[in-house]
């Protein structure tokens, strides 16, 4: 029977990678690690030869590929539509672009690129062609504060209609499924020089579902400064799409990109909705890969040392139990 | 993010021309952004030393795949900058830097396709040795 | 060189937006250059049509590989105006044309790597039908 | 024995191309009509897909080779060093768009690439390793004002002590043999509004070696205009390079731009020392190309039909009877 696979973005490990304590191929090891068989990376991120990559590199790649048993799964593009401050790309230079990432991602042996929402659709659709000449999909990423379930899907749900699943398809990114405000920022919040108290009021009142606009007027009477209103604003962004919509996306789902920014060390996370997400994920028959975004480091770094192999495998243990792995 | 890594620890120095002039100094930088970029993206530099101010006008950036002034930067849309990489910031400053200990504060923006990526970092550095640049072969 | 040509005798028309207003015209012109070129080189152009003078700011550049103000143009580098390629100049001007026959000139430069190439022309035209902008799909 | 060979840039029929009355397809014909053999393009100038030329484009490409009996001599590449207006392009990007370059000619089965002098040396050296990697000569052109005998390519000869011929050589312009103002410049002058005697006064005083100061200051006492003194100055500017500097070059000529103005009814030339050129060519042994560069054409088309098939069928009659052809 097919099964949900475990994968991770290089993505992860950033911050290692940044600070020159992982090369790339200690990125790849750490997946291998965890007993985890795809590997996500953005090449503008890690491969230095981008856009041109060269047989050398490649070579070393799919060298490792073999070495550590994992394959290549996803890569992320950005389609740079700023590239000069005087003007945006034209719909023309865009789908050069995408070719140029459609042509790297098949030299990785990767099967589909991720695209950003800020790629017009037009782009997207004049792509179809490239993306069956390089045999590579082309997957919008849905993220936070974009909503699976809204109206804002229903011309890409018009592509699908029109073109077909082959080629176009989606990249959910699980951040939109966050059940509460997150530990770990709430605590960079304080550290930032929010008041503790007033922080906790906010989470209240958050998980109570209050009214966020009384909750605005009560902090303000308790003397809330900058970093307080700051923290209510991030909270009143908290996106929890409801786990069913996926079952509206089945049958162009790609992949799937597993965010997240804290887990807990016993192997739980308490943001992100993934007790529920993964069952309708398996209930709906997704048979591709979850692929680990750890994103804590962001929030954690000015206080605390990051170690995003042990983020990582933690959610991956999560990941195994849920998808009943043995 | 990444803004506390901008300016890094090392590299600070004053920068001798071919006639051993101290032409201005120079810093390095790392970028404050989770990839590399086409150098076009650099949007703006603003490095603030002691009381002084260098924009754009005055600094010339370089990574192994080149080096430009900044306002050169603006077309080039096929030399990057990684993301594993630190940028060489050369200053044009008759005299250099005088003060052994130095305040150094450096805001970077750069346009990633959803919006400008900002970034900020104050270091206090100290100076090492000068730099001093081979005279031209002929 | 090939200046008597700059000038396409066919193409000068006025152009009607989708409210229905005359927003400016356009005419059509040959390279002076016997090859094809980067978009980026089209370095300046000023049309002169009776006693009023366009230039850059208030001109759109538009060939098979794309259409650009030609502010932007300065920084496209990946597509070309063909040697053997019609390019037509969309003038910003409300009211547009009001006169049938015009006189009108063209002085182009353009930037080979050895330098300025400067092509000028005049020519008397006749305004052709006017050209109508479809309304946008949405 | 080797000898020389007949080719023909496509430059020559320009005029006819720009005018849309020839294609791509009826310029090689054209050469092959003359017996022709060699067919030298600008890409920039007839390959509206450069830089990147299609199987599709390359397969009727061949096709026309074949069916004309004709072969790809030399594709003429610029290097944009000023493709943007806020600064000059860097070696490195220099050196990018000589690789392009290298792989246009090589894709069109061109075995050299003309380079101007105004791509620095340094660009050229660099590019060497590029050249044998796509199998592409670089030839740099020596077209007037430079002097074939000066010390203007001492630098050059260095880099060819050092490098050897295999890549690097060069592509010598015949405009630098000039023997005297041309009949239909001199018509141009005129009707460009110089005054018939004063420009005869002119070509008589260089004919006869006089000191042009001296009939500088007699013009104007005839009362020259602005158009008699530009005549006088582009006599000024006529380069007779001796041809037998040719004889030390022998070894590093990749190929050479027959370059021509006007060839008279009787198959002669007035302007330029083929008489004396070609034979000198036989004595070194240069068994490349004469490639003709029909130039005349920006001179007349004011007053008088440009035929440009013409004009280079009786510069190949010369030739003809130059090389011994039977
Ligand atoms: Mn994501
Ligand atoms: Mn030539």
């Known amino acids: ?326 | 993010m990444f803004d506390k890594y901008i300016v890094c620890p090392y590299g600070l120095r004053n920068v001798i021309d071919e006639h051993g002039s101290i032409e201005g100094f120079e810093l390095k930088i790392r970028i404050p952004y989770y990839r590399g970029v086409p150098l076009s993206v650099v949007d703006s530099l603003k490095i603030t030393i002691g009381a002084e101010t260098f924009t754009n006008e005055s600094i010339r950036f370089t990574v192994a795949s080149g080096s430009f002034t900044m306002s050169e930067m603006s077309t080039v849309a096929t030399r990057r900058w990684n993301f594993d990489e630190d940028a060489t910031l050369k200053v044009t400053r008759p005299g250099g830097l005088v003060y052994f200990d130095q305040r150094v504060e450096v805001l970077i923006a750069i346009r990633a396709p959803y919006g400008i990526f900002t970034g900020h970092d104050v270091k206090v550095l100290s100076l090492e040795p000068d730099k001093y640049l081979a005279v031209a072969a002929k």
Chains 1, 4 share one sequence.
């Open chain 1, 1 to 326: 029977m097919a099964t949900i696979k475990r994968g991770v973005s290089l993505y992860s490990y950033q911050e290692e990678y940044f600070l020159r304590t992982m090369k790339l191929e200690d990125c790849i090891k750490a997946v291998s690690d965890m007993g985890a068989t795809g590997v996500e990376i953005i090449p503008e991120q890690m491969c230095n030869e981008y856009p041109d990559l060269s047989p050398e590199f490649l070579k070393k790649w799919f060298g490792w590929m073999e070495k550590y048993h994992v394959q290549p799964t996803c890569a992320d593009a950005f389609s740079e539509a700023l590239l000069f401050k005087n003007r945006v790309l034209s719909d023309d230079e865009l789908v050069d672009l995408m070719e140029r990432d459609l042509k790297v991602a098949h030299d990785l042996g990767c099967f589909v690129i991720r695209t950003l929402c800020t790629t017009p659709m037009r782009v997207i659709e004049r792509s179809l062609p490239l993306a069956k000449k390089h045999g590579v999909k082309i997957g919008l990423e849905i993220h936070a504060p974009l909503d699976l379930g809204s109206s804002w899907f229903d011309p890409y749900q018009d592509l699908i209609d029109r073109r077909g699943t082959e080629w176009f398809g989606i990249i959910p990114d699980m951040g939109v499924f966050e059940l509460k405000p997150s530990r770990i920022k709430a605590d960079r919040a304080i550290r930032d020089g929010a008041n503790a108290k007033i922080v906790q009021y906010v989470n209240d009142a958050y998980d109570a579902k209050a009214d966020l606009k009384k909750v605005r007027e009560d902090i303000a009477k308790m003397g809330a400064n900058a970093e307080d209103f700051k923290w209510l604003g991030l909270c009143a962004r908290i996106l929890h799409t409801d786990p069913q919509v996926l079952k509206k996306h089945k049958g162009h789902i790609f992949h799937v990109h597993a965010k997240f920014y804290d887990m807990l060390p016993d192997f739980t996370d308490e943001n992100l909705d993934y007790e529920v997400v993964v069952p309708v994920l398996k209930e709906i028959g997704y048979d591709g890969w979850l692929s680990s975004e750890y994103e804590g480091n962001r929030t954690i770094d000015d206080a605390f040392p990051v170690d995003s192999i042990q983020q990582v495998s933690r959610q991956h243990e999560m990941f195994k139990r849920l998808i009943g792995e043995k």
